[in-house]
């Protein structure tokens, strides 16, 4: 479980965080939603730790590994794909190539493995984005707008991956515009930030009827 604890994020002055307290657990599925600069990237970055918070406590029960893909991932464009994964492979150590291999299968792009990113399209690069996220069997996955660009079968195979992964226990929190994941099965929980503060959250658990936020909180 992650816990956060009355966290604010300051950053020039401006708090792009605001008194935020939940918590995350192993085997859900929860969707962050919000303008543009409400605060959901921010959220992401703080519980993998690349943030720390002003104020608050971000407390976790173990040491979790994340996976993380923020929004236009960047590869190093004139390489190809398996030599931008075996490079991001390479600082942890943690997988083989045969494991890279699997997860860009996963994703559908194991026959342009060879290719230069730079011939890739914005699906195919959202795709290979969320290759690096997974590959290494993270504990939690945070994704930030990861159906950009994808196509009808890209969309659905990504959500049939992303389902399974939850099911193997992994934490999934995703951040999205995207209405229609609203009432998907995938997420237990919606989150919806607004000025950097909770505006509304929505639980399966708590018998809440996960339907479409108000449309001021859609992306603009």
């Known amino acids: 479980m992650i816990n956060v604890q009355t966290v604010s994020k300051t950053i020039k002055k401006k708090e792009v965080l605001q008194d935020i307290t939940f918590d995350f657990e192993e085997g859900k599925g929860y969707l962050v939603r919000g303008h543009n600069g409400s605060g959901k990237t921010m959220l992401l970055r ?7 918070p002003s104020k608050g406590d971000v407390l976790k029960n173990k040491p979790y590994t994340f996976g993380v893909m923020i929004e236009n991932p960047d590869f190093l464009e004139g390489q190809t794909a398996l030599y931008n994964l075996k490079y991001l492979a390479a600082i942890n150590k943690r997988i083989t ?10 994703v559908d792009l194991y026959n342009q493995r ?5 011939k890739y399209s914005l699906g195919m690069k959202q795709r290979l984005g969320l290759c690096q ?34 099911d193997d226990g992994k934490m999934l929190i995703v951040a999205a515009h995207d209405q229609e994941l609203i009432t998907n099965p ?14 509304e959250r ?19």
């Open 186 to 199: 995938l997420f237990d929980e919606v989150i919806v930030l607004e000025n950097g503060h909770v505006k």
């Open 114 to 118: 060879h290719e230069p990113v730079k």
């Open 46 to 52: 703080l519980l993998c730790g690349l943030i720390r």
């Open 97 to 106: 190539e045969e494991e890279i291999l699997k997860a860009l299968k996963k």
């Open 133 to 166: 996220a997974i590959m290494e069997k993270p504990d939690v996955l945070l994704l930030d707008e990861p159906f950009n660009a994808l196509d009808d079968d890209s969309y659905k195979q990504a959500l049939t991956l992303l389902s399974a992964l939850k």
């Open 202 to 220: 929505k639980s399966r658990k708590n018998g809440d009827v996960l339907a479409d936020s108000p449309s001021n909180v859609t992306k603009d």
